[in-house]
């Protein structure tokens, strides 16, 4: 049965049918199909209370994810230079172009993050895996929604937490000969997590795409 709304409402009533999905138009312009959460039967009608959408547009979908790729190399890129910076300073003062590659670095990051997130909740691999199966049964099954749902975020997460508390160091009252050995060391800690939490393609069971 179709229903035309112009936004959307929580309960609708309407005549019962065989079919235990009511399918929205709204503003003529987008089918929106909802599963009820709970039927409320009676002779001729029935309330049925929706649940928010949980999917996303394939194409809105497929565009996150290959910008959520390519943002996965402009920061390996950037991290690779502020290493390369940062090893071979020696003592020479840490200057506005340390702290400027550190800002663009966790910049960058931090999108790669977001995108990431929103990625994650819709994934059926993701936060869905969590709400429909449980986090233990998540955590015992197979590698690959393991991996998705659990250690490709957390990981990713711990890295960019590191690159911040990196870039933070160019800002404390320490030599600056000690700024560079510091944010070396958090930047190249949080190089081998990332290296080690992307999806590569060459993973078994867990491969994804080059970008």
């Known amino acids: 049965m179709f229903i035309f709304l112009p936004n959307y409402i929580a309960t609708i009533n309407f005549v019962a049918s065989q079919s235990s999905t009511a399918v929205i138009l709204l503003d003529n312009k987008e089918a929106l199909a909802f599963s009820p959460v709970t039927i409320d039967h ?6 049925f209370v929706f649940s928010k959408p949980t999917n996303m547009n394939a194409d809105m979908y497929s565009f996150l994810l290959h910008l959520h790729s390519i943002l996965r190399w402009v920061v390996l890129l950037l991290l690779l230079v502020a290493i390369f910076n940062s090893l071979v300073a020696g003592d020479r003062p840490f200057i506005r172009t340390d702290a400027r590659t550190g800002s663009i670095l966790t910049g960058f990051a931090d999108l790669m993050l977001l995108i990431g997130l929103v990625l994650w909740y819709f994934n059926a691999r993701g936060f869905q895996a969590f709400k429909n199966s449980g986090f233990s049964e998540v955590m015992r099954g197979d590698s690959m929604t393991r991996f998705f749902a659990f250690e490709h975020p957390v990981g990713m997460l711990i890295a960019i937490i590191l690159l911040h508390i990196g870039k933070v160091q160019g800002r404390k009252a320490i030599s600056d000969k000690a700024k560079h050995r510091r944010t070396l060391l958090f930047y190249f800690i949080a190089l081998l997590i990332i290296l080690l939490s992307i ?8 491969g994804g795409h080059w970008y």
């Open 42 to 47: 009676s002779p001729h009608s029935c309330s």
């Open 199 to 206: 999806p590569w393609p060459f993973r078994q069971q867990v």
